[in-house]
């Protein structure tokens, strides 16, 4: 039998996606359901005045306008943690309509509920909103001034400001410098589905059908706020239409839908429009960040300086820990990061694909591009004389790290020998032709305090079996990559395997964030179909009928749901005439696995490289990405199909940032200038280059039992700095700003 796990099985829920067979969180068929509409404030600060529902409430098809006056009020309000600790995981540490005061612009302040969506949206336009505005802030420019390092952040988990060594005297002793600033503009998640709720209650217990990357987050989140036991709220998610970081953490939403079903006694249907999914989900934030570089003649690197100033919320210090990967990427033994936050009217930002890294390891790779041609030396070759043997925070070996020969095969597919290191030195009509590179990196998840990932397996008498977990996939391929893991823990063939998923009726795991999904969740299923498998061997091995009677139990193997002594598969039965004769329809195991903590003596990180070539036009500065190759080593692969469909959708998303994606604050209104696909720029087809994705496969005996790191992230990490890199080799214009536009490419006026 042919191991299920490393085989491109195609996705096992593509039928149901493409034939419409699947029903995602706003599509639940729901006797008498109606439809609620939340409306957002339209300034950025100050209080309501006044809210005239008259009219709306005497509309055709309405059941109720809510409001501060008239909805009810939480029980408490839970703190901000990730929802990667599979506790309650607010978005904000802020619940809307539970008083007058508007801290941003598209806060929820009323919320129609109506017997269709139409007249839902027809009423909302007639509820009439008086305020009382105050003074705003929204942008780093508005409050550079009043910018403040906090103890923690990140929910607490990351301190504000880390050093090792002594980085002022490291940059004193230095030869060569560089200390330039990088600008990022705000970024916005938009997947295709925008968040939506279904909420139906009976008879005290909640039902929400949810779009989320963690149901459990979902279930342990409204639970908190409506101070009811978590027992009785079940949160079912079985089909996503992208996430991307929107729908990790649990804004409030959910929660409004629960509270207009049990007002108007019927399900309700809550759906945020394309606008609302700019302000009511979160948000890359609007970040600037300085690097400093102190390295000898020959570039070996004795001193990064790193510091973020990024736009947060009035109520949480939230900033995406852009310090992390970019600390430990090369062998500098001395170090200074510093996170400086400004308070704004704005929501918390929250985690954007990438989160932290793909923006962190642009700025450092940037800057690394920059000294390579300050010294004239080739970018592989200084990051080659830079690199970190050992984690240079811990001086802990690698779990594993694969990323010299990232580097390698990156370079050997992409071509980079051919390379010309001149700007402006070669071109293709009126095209100016460069290539670039960076090193991509994103941490594998290991805090103190994760939660136990279950699973539950069950083998049934015909020889197939299901394997459950409270986890999601939402495009990701998990379920896919599940169903192979669980068919090669019990040794069946894949057609005989089936993952359920998205219900937390299920067993817990952690939501499905920051890369951790897979392997979180593949670390469960595989504990609880290798119990399972070893339970009914031990149940042949003790049968005086069987002929694996008196076996050694572990010179036992099962392939194709057969159990026999390793070398003499004739010597063995099935499953299924075991379990038959024992008079069994079924038999199932539960199994528990406790992530790796952060003591674990190794440092466990993903590493790849990323190369990219493009065409500048000469004249009018346009900027095409002709190709883009990524090398990976992101431990065991599940399924190659599905990894490289996640590598490059991340790295495609890189050339968004890179080109594309990018939003302001108009400090006039205190609102997003872009509110709409029809002005916030994502890459499309059009756009994108011919993408050639290299799986560099590293073994890992640390990080969980199947070696696997997940590709979710990193496939956007350092897309973007290759992208920006390959710009300057074509025109010897360095920009240091996302996305980069036309006019950066232009010369003055």
């Not at 409004?256 to 609302?276: I, N």
Request: hydrophobic share 40%; proline share 6%.
């Amino acid at each position: 039998m042919t191991a299920a796990i490393g085989q491109p099985l195609e996705r096992v829920d593509g039928r149901a996606k493409v034939t419409g067979a699947g029903r995602y969180s706003a599509e639940i068929a729901m006797p008498e359901a109606v439809y609620a509409l939340m409306i957002g404030a339209e300034v950025p600060s100050g209080r309501i005045s006044s809210i005239d529902t008259g009219e709306a409430e005497r509309s055709e098809g309405v059941l109720a306008v809510l409001t501060h006056a008239n909805l009810e009020k939480i029980a408490a309000q839970p703190p901000l943690l990730p929802s990667l600790w599979n506790h309650a995981a607010p978005g904000m540490t802020f619940f809307p309509m539970q008083d007058d005061v508007v801290h941003y612009a598209g806060q929820p302040v009323a919320m129609v509920i109506a017997d269709g969506l139409e007249r839902a949206q027809h009423a909302a336009t007639l509820v009439r909103i008086s305020y009382l505005e105050t003074p705003s802030k929204t942008t780093i420019e508005q409050g550079r001034d009043q910018a403040y390092t906090p103890a923690m952040i990140f929910g607490g988990l990351l301190p504000g400001h880390m050093e090792r060594g002594d980085a002022g005297a490291g940059m004193a002793h230095a030869t060569v410098r560089i200390d330039q600033t990088y600008r990022m503009a705000a970024n916005h998640h938009n997947p295709i589905e925008p968040s939506a709720t279904t909420a139906v209650w009976d008879d005290g217990v909640l039902t929400l059908y949810d779009a989320t990357q963690g149901v459990t987050a979902t279930q342990f989140t409204v639970a908190a706020l409506l101070g009811m036991p978590a027992t009785r709220i079940r949160v079912v998610s079985h089909f996503i239409g992208g996430a991307f970081g929107c729908k990790a953490m649990i804004w409030p939403h959910p929660t409004l839908a629960a509270m207009a079903a049990r007002h108007v006694g019927r399900p309700v249907k809550l759906a945020l429009t394309r606008e609302q999914m700019f302000t009511g989900t979160g948000h890359r934030e609007e970040q600037e960040q300085r690097i400093q570089l102190g390295a000898d003649g020959d570039g070996r690197i004795s001193t990064l300086e790193h510091d973020k100033l990024s736009v947060t919320s009035p109520f949480d210090d939230w900033a995406e820990p852009s310090l992390g990967v970019a600390a430990q990427a090369y062998a500098y033994p001395n170090y200074q990061g510093t996170y400086r936050l400004i308070h704004a009217n704005t929501t918390t930002p929250t985690f954007t694909r990438g989160p932290g890294e793909s923006t962190g390891m642009f700025a450092i790779e940037s800057a690394m591009d920059e000294l390579a041609d300050q010294l004239g030396v080739d970018p592989i070759e200084l990051r080659l004389r830079n690199h970190a043997d050992v984690d240079p925070i811990t001086g802990s070996p690698w779990s594993s790290k694969g990323l010299k020969e990232c580097y390698r095969r990156g370079a050997e597919r992409f071509g980079w020998a051919d390379r010309n290191p001149v700007p402006r030195s070669r071109s293709d009509g009126n095209w100016l032709i460069g290539h670039g590179m960076a090193t991509a990196g994103y941490p594998v998840p290991a805090f103190p305090g994760l939660q136990p990932q279950r699973a539950r397996a069950r083998l049934f008498a015909d020889g197939s079996a299901v394997v459950q977990a409270a986890t999601q996939d939402f495009g990701t391929g998990s379920a896919t990559a599940m169903t192979q893991v669980a068919a090669d823990g019990l040794g069946i063939a894949i057609d005989r395997a089936r993952f359920e998923y998205g219900d937390t009726d299920f067993p817990n795991t952690s939501a499905a964030v920051g890369s951790a999904g897979t392997s979180m969740v593949s670390s469960a299923v595989h504990t609880a179909a290798t119990i399972l498998r070893d339970q009914v061997v031990a149940m042949a091995v003790a049968d005086e009928k069987s002929p694996l009677h008196g076996a050694d139990p572990g010179a036992v193997e099962v392939r194709d749901g057969r159990m026999a002594p390793r070398g003499r598969p004739e010597a063995g039965e099935t499953y299924g005439d075991l379990l038959r004769r024992a008079g069994l329809e079924e038999v199932e195991a539960l199994g528990t696995w406790n992530p790796t903590g952060a003591d674990t003596g190794y440092a466990m990180t993903t590493f790849g490289a990323q190369f990219a070539q493009v065409a500048v036009d000469a004249d009018l500065g346009l900027i095409r990405v002709r190709r883009m190759v990524g090398a990976f080593a992101p431990g065991r692969v599940l399924n190659p199909r599905t990894a490289r469909s996640q590598l490059m959708g991340g790295m495609l998303w890189g050339l968004g940032q890179a080109l594309l994606e990018g939003n302001v604050m108009d400090p006039s209104s205190g609102r997003w200038a872009s509110r709409s696909l029809g002005e916030y720029l994502v890459a499309v087809n059009a756009d994108a280059p011919d993408v050639d994705v290299e799986l560099v496969e590293v073994q890992d005996d640390h990080v969980n039992p199947l070696g696997v790191k997940g590709v979710g992230e990193i496939g956007q990490v350092g897309a973007a700095a290759a992208i920006a890199n390959a710009v300057f080799n074509a025109t010897g214009v360095r920009v240091r700003k996302l996305p980069i536009t036309v006019e950066d490419m232009l010369e003055p006026a």
